[in-house]
């Protein structure tokens, strides 16, 4: 067990809606990262937040966005989703934000768009 | 980041040591070495990480080649767990670069009873 928690773990939904999926970080962990896993494009970066601002953006579509608040859990918000948006969503979080610090993942957000 | 590159699948008995070999010719001086693995339906998880010196803990240990340019997982007794595609994944180790992880295709080790 990572410390890491994700919710919810399984989400299916159709073409167009909108889902929110929700991290909380290991305890005392500032950084939260969202990375997506889909078959064809492998792990993918999507954005980090720290200490509640975003500190750095990936491959994140203009559909997709997030927030980290101050208790420090994490939302990430996908929007008129489309069947390419069905994938593993995770989490990580670390202590700080140096690049030598661990990350810790969460078991991940399946998401299924029909 | 710089690129890695890793063989694509392994296989190891149970029990016996594995080498995860990780080819990385164009890393500079301030990348550090850092390997993940992801067992299956789980997230990945880190697993250890180096610089320069050779690197123990109590997962793993990791070899790094006088010149960088590669290195080495190994594992020292590998067990049925063990089998999750390892990811060798370099990060720029100086102040304002990238904090993700940027991760490659990995290698799929599988182990056999």
């Known amino acids: 067990d990572s410390g890491v928690t994700q919710t919810p773990k399984h989400l299916i939904t159709a073409t167009g809606q909108r889902v929110t999926l929700r991290c909380s970080p290991r305890?005392?962990?500032?950084?939260v990262y969202w990375y997506q896993q889909s078959l064809d494009q492998g792990l993918q970066f999507l954005i980090q937040?720290?200490?509640?601002?975003?500190?750095a953006k990936g491959n994140i579509l203009e559909r997709f966005s997030a927030q980290q608040f101050p208790d420090l859990h994490s939302e990430l918000n996908l929007s008129s989703l489309e069947l390419g948006d069905s994938a593993l969503y995770f989490c990580?979080?670390?202590?700080?934000?140096?690049?030598?610090?661990?990350?810790?993942f969460g078991p991940g957000t399946r998401l299924t768009v029909t | 980041d710089a690129k890695t590159t890793q063989p694509n699948s392994m296989e190891s008995n149970e029990e016996e040591p594995v080498h995860l070999p990780c080819n990385h010719s164009?890393?500079?001086?301030?990348?550090?070495i850092h390997w993940y693995r992801q067992l299956p339906s789980q997230g990945p998880e880190y697993v250890i990480h180096?610089?320069?010196s050779n690197v123990n803990n109590r997962m793993a240990s990791l070899a790094i080649a006088e010149d960088r340019k590669s290195s080495t997982l190994i594992l020292h007794r590998a067990t049925l767990r063990d089998a999750a595609v390892y990811y060798c994944?370099?990060?720029?180790?100086?102040?304002?670069?990238?904090?993700?992880?940027?991760f490659g295709s990995g290698t799929q080790l599988t182990v056999l009873p």
């Open positions: 990580a979080s670390s202590e700080a934000l140096g690049q030598t610090y661990e990350q810790y």
């Open positions: 305890s005392g962990d500032l950084s």
């Open positions: 937040y720290y200490n509640g601002e975003e500190r």
């Open positions: 164009t890393i500079s001086g301030t990348d550090y």
């Open positions: 180096g610089l320069t």
């Open positions: 994944i370099l990060r720029d180790g100086s102040s304002g670069s990238a904090r993700q992880l940027t």
